[in-house]
Every structure is written in C-alpha cells, then in structure tokens.
C-alpha cells in the first residue's frame, strides 16, 4: 500500500538547484527523492529542537536553573591555572 502524498513546491537559488542535482547524479537518485530526504531531516531536526525546548522551559518553571554569577564565574576560571568544576543545578 502506498502512502498518500502531496506536491510541495518551492523556490531555491540556482546554485542552491544545481547543488541538489549533483547530488542526485552522483548518488544515483532522482531530485525529488534528494530533496524528500533533505526536508525529512530537516523536520526531524525542528522537532528535536522543539522538543528540547520545551524540556528546559519546563525544568525552568521547576526552579532547575544555575545562577549566572556561578557560571560566569566557572567560564572565567576556564582561561586559568585552576578552572573551576561546572556548577550543578
């Protein structure tokens, strides 16, 4: 059984265009399937990002922060002799 599909269309730069058709040739696939796997990732990637997100709002909202000072001052001691451990939440 095949999935139903849909045509989306977009506009790209030439050079955005050739880029996507060598990558066809040299993978011995069709453009469009280049581009399905390309904007898969792409969406795969997003919804990861999103995900994350959301993840460190909530930890947020549940006070699991570290104070600024403690990190500025970690992140100073890293160019020294003797850095200091990360700061835990």
Known sequence: MTA???VLTAHVSLALADKVDEMASR???SRG??????LAAWVDQEEERHKMTLEA???VDAGA???HR???AWADSLATDKP???PIA
């Open 4 to 6: 139903a599909t849909r």
């Open 27 to 29: 993978l011995d696939r």
């Open 33 to 38: 399937w280049v581009m399905k796997q390309a």
């Open 57 to 59: 709002l909530a930890e």
């Open 65 to 67: 922060v570290i104070d």
């Open 70 to 72: 403690a990190i500025q």
């Open 84 to 86: 200091l451990p990360p």
